[in-house]
């Protein structure tokens, strides 16, 4: 099969260090892997892009917030098909695998014009989480560009069932569930405990809970710092990752009286995260009480990979990823005291939770790759009719 994967959304770049980046990478060299001719066309990050395919990067138009922001959007999506189409249609690709992206329609125009089929990955309906956490001016455009995107594709991926019933109260049509994966090959051969926390300048005698991500309020770092300072002192708190808040908790960290115990590596490559998690006894995704959680976070799958014990918030589809509470510890969602217990009686049985994470590492490292995931979305899209979704 040749494959066009297509993503507009100015906020994910090629190379990147964010999340959707990161996925986006990973989906697009697990369709290589899999054995399929790749082209990747999408916006530019800094410095060489981390894929093995070759790719149609165009410059980013340049921050800008408001209504400014939005009309960059657009019209970024507007000048897109001008830009690569005549390329594409030269790949002659069999799919154009689009991620969802507000404004982003290019993926209808790349599809009519080459006679592919229109496969979408939605990891979010992009007007709802635009008009929720950041506002959205345009957002009678937004959703309208969104639900025609929605209708056009011959099938439909969601990351989450939660996402995947959203999508279709939206519209009809096809939609599969393929979570998340992990980037296996970055997780057979990790460094020794001792070694990593040597390599991070991490304290050799501490037990050590993990946190990678994004630094955003609904990500519950918050959660974890006040969770630090209810258990013993020997707990610390290993955070990889930046954002918008972290001035704010480093100042709750300070607050707290725990900022001695929280290690901050800021933003790393992705290369360095399997050492991060080799250097930790466990980890953790403390997702606050979030309604219409839909996430599929790809943390879980890497912490997991890593043999680590996971403290985790029982939401969305984090119960079935950590199998029921056999990989690690379900806590209420926003319950601080439940995580501080959670987190303690992980820290303090080490033994208790060995074994299970070491199963749990080789579950995910066999059965969760990005290249299964691969697999699972080209033999749907196979099975797609072009014509039934035409007519």
């Not at 969802?100 to 014009?113: D, H, N, P, V």
């Not at 050590?208 to 300072?229: E, I, K, S, T």
């Not at 839909?294 to 799958?301: D, G, N, T, V």
């Amino acid at each position: 099969m040749r494959i066009v994967v297509a993503c507009t959304d100015l906020g994910v770049r090629i190379p990147g260090h964010k999340g959707a980046s990161l996925h986006l990478t990973s989906i697009t060299n697990a369709f290589a892997e899999a054995g399929h001719d790749v082209l990747l066309v999408g916006v530019a990050g800094h410095g060489a892009p981390s894929i093995d395919v070759p790719s149609i990067l165009l410059p980013h138009p340049g921050r800008a917030t408001g209504l400014r922001r939005e009309v960059n959007k657009l019209r970024f999506v507007q000048g897109f098909f001008g830009a690569v189409g005549t390329e594409v249609a030269a790949f002659k690709p069999d799919i154009v695998y689009e991620r969802l992206s507000l404004f982003g329609t290019a993926g209808i125009q790349l599809s009519r014009r080459t006679g592919a089929k229109h496969v979408v990955e939605v990891n979010a309906l992009l007007a709802q989480e635009e008009a929720k956490w950041r506002g959205l001016r345009l957002a009678e455009r937004a959703s309208r560009d969104e639900a025609a995107v929605l209708a056009h594709a011959d099938l439909r991926v969601a990351v989450s069932t939660e996402h995947a019933a959203s999508v279709d109260e939206v519209c009809s049509g096809r939609t599969i569930v393929v979570p998340n994966g992990v980037e296996t090959s970055r997780f057979r051969n990790l460094p020794n405990k001792t070694e990593a926390r040597r390599q991070l300048g991490l304290p050799e005698d501490a037990r050590l809970v993990g946190f990678v991500g994004a630094l955003r309020p609904w990500h519950g770092v918050d959660l974890a710092l006040q969770a630090l300072a209810l258990v013993p002192c020997v707990v610390h708190l290993v955070v990889a990752g930046d954002g918008p808040i972290r001035d704010e908790l480093v100042a709750l960290a300070d607050q707290l009286g725990v900022t001695d115990r929280v290690h901050w590596l800021g933003q790393l490559g992705h290369a360095d995260i399997p050492t991060v998690l080799a250097a930790c006894d466990a980890a953790t995704a403390p997702y606050p009480d979030l309604a219409g959680f839909a996430f599929s976070p790809l943390k879980l799958y890497e912490y997991l990979a890593a043999g680590l014990p996971v403290v985790a918030s029982a939401i969305g589809q984090i119960p079935d990823v950590l199998d029921h509470g056999a990989f690690g510890m379900l806590t209420r969602p926003g319950n601080v005291r439940d995580l501080a217990a959670a987190l303690w009686i992980t820290m303090s049985q080490p033994q208790r939770y060995q074994a299970a994470a070491q199963s749990a590492r080789t579950h995910t490292l066999t059965h969760h790759s990005w290249r299964q995931r691969a697999v699972m979305i080209v033999a749907a899209a196979k099975e797609c009719d072009r014509s039934a979704v035409a007519a």
